[in-house]
């Protein structure tokens, strides 16, 4: 399998019932290790469906054959568990190019310089996020090509965004029909392998917990 940029994974039956989720190591073109917290011996099965979450090519769902269960504690008491995973085929594959995309309503500090270079924060409310890009609006004016940072909720690092368009935010919402209110699409840049890892992942989780609710 030619994926090698993948730190985390989730564990499927091969009815597609999510068992859990695991931290990706030791990956080779064949095999990789999968490590999860808490005892699952009793809920896996030697043949199960995993999708790693590779930053370079998206969500990479495999035909897989679990071996070499064991279990550890940590200091604390926690159970650690680790299998081998021998990945026999790929399944479905969610390419980078078509991002998943979820909704979410989250209000964030964002800062930037304005055309004289001084530093400035603003608050912006983002409405759609991938690990692209995002949706946000916000009553600070903004030109395509002004760049921002403002801090991931999920994770401890930050974000940098460039604004590719204004959107009136009545045309992506028409409840949000606030004078003042600027709309942007925008896209991430100098996003690194890591932090688009754990973006990724936090995307991913989202949207398996609103499909599981709503079903």
């Known amino acids: 399998m030619k994926f090698h940029h993948c730190r985390k994974a989730n564990i499927y039956s091969t009815d ?3 068992l859990c989720e ?4 030791d990956l080779n073109d064949n095999t990789a290790t999968l490590t999860m917290e808490n005892a699952i011996g009793n809920i896996l099965r030697t043949e ?3 999708t790693f979450l590779d930053s ?3 969500l990479i769902t ?8 064991q279990e550890s504690f940590k200091e604390d008491g926690t159970v650690i568990c680790t299998v081998r995973c021998e990945i026999s085929k790929e399944t479905e594959t969610l390419e980078r190019r078509n991002d998943l995309k979820v909704s979410v309503d989250i209000t964030v500090r964002a800062h930037f310089q304005d055309l004289k270079s001084t530093q400035k924060t603003t608050n912006i409310r983002i409405l759609d996020l991938s690990a692209g890009g995002l949706f946000c609006i916000s009553k600070q004016y903004w030109a395509p090509g002004q760049i921002f940072i403002f801090p991931f909720w999920a994770d401890n690092f930050s974000l940098t965004a ?3 368009r204004q959107q009136a935010p009545n045309t992506y919402n028409p409840t949000l029909t606030e004078e003042g209110l600027y709309g942007y699409g925008c896209r991430f840049i100098d996003l690194s392998p890591a932090c688009e890892s754990a973006l990724r992942a936090y995307i991913f989780k989202l949207d398996l917990l609103r499909n599981r609710y709503q079903k």
């Not at 695991?22 to 190591?25: D, G, N």
């Not at 495999?62 to 269960?69: E, G, K, N, Q, T």
């Open 16 to 18: 597609k019932v999510l």
């Open 22 to 25: 695991a931290v990706v190591s």
């Open 48 to 50: 199960a469906l995993v």
């Open 56 to 58: 370079q090519r998206g």
């Open 62 to 69: 495999c035909f897989c054959r679990l071996s070499d269960y």
């Open 162 to 164: 460039e604004i590719l």
